[in-house]
């Protein structure tokens, strides 16, 4: 059971460029998260999706995209990345008899220039 | 004001000592409460997972929830090194909102 996994572990990128975060889960859970941390802020939910096919915004998902491609797999796109999408990205996931228990990927590390 | 409030420390123990963490929340629909804890570099962990009102524990771990006060606890008993880290509070009614976190440092 690897749990849930992210890729990449660290990206740089140039202002303007896109790119896509991935994230899988194996616990069959239904429920998935994206969300960022930044020093002081704590995590700030950017998407989530309830169940397979649906999608909704959290606290702070101006220039983000997120699409649910299975049960297993939650991406987050950056179309046009901006310094301030500058901040460690962390997947979740929830499901189960612990349906409010979120588990957290290992994050990714990512810096815009 | 931030729906939930913790104070970002750090805290500094010496090994041994019972640590406890705080947290303040303003939502009074929030229904679950949990604590995370986060090494450096790494993911959220869960630690702890209380509904509603009370007391849980579990090994060294305690929760405590008291809504009345809108307060939330994490008691540590004999704290050791291995538990340095920062600590996430958070609480929800349909999704979770996270604390800043507290930094907790135990040293030997």
């Known amino acids: 059971n690897a749990g849930v996994t992210q890729t990449p572990k660290f990206q740089v990128l140039k202002t303007g460029q896109s790119m896509t975060l991935q994230c899988a889960q194996d616990m069959n859970h239904n429920s998935m998260y994206w969300y960022r941390q930044d020093p002081g802020m704590g995590l700030r939910l950017i998407y989530y999706s309830a169940s397979e096919g649906t999608t909704d915004k959290g606290e702070v998902p101006n220039g983000y995209n997120v699409s649910r491609l299975n049960k297993r797999e939650f991406s987050l796109r950056l179309e046009s990345a901006a310094p301030s999408q500058t901040s460690v990205y962390f997947c979740?996931?929830?499901?189960?008899?612990?349906?409010?228990?979120?588990?957290f990927g290992p994050g990714t590390r990512l810096t815009v220039t | 004001q931030k729906e939930v409030e913790q104070d970002p420390g750090p805290l500094s123990v010496p090994e041994g000592a019972i640590v406890s963490l705080n947290c303040t929340y303003s939502n009074s629909a929030f229904q679950y409460f949990m604590w995370y804890r986060q090494y450096s570099r790494k993911g959220p962990e869960l630690l702890m997972y209380?509904?509603?009102?009370g007391n849980k524990e579990d090994g060294r771990f305690t929760a405590q929830v008291d809504k009345s006060s809108k307060y939330i606890s994490l008691f540590i008993r004999d704290s050791q090194p291995s538990d340095s880290a920062t600590y996430l509070c958070a609480g929800g009614y349909n999704k979770l909102i996270f604390g800043a976190g507290t930094r907790l440092a135990v040293h030997p």
């Open positions: 209380t509904y509603s009102s």
């Open positions: 979740a996931s929830s499901g189960g008899l612990a349906i409010n228990e979120q588990y």
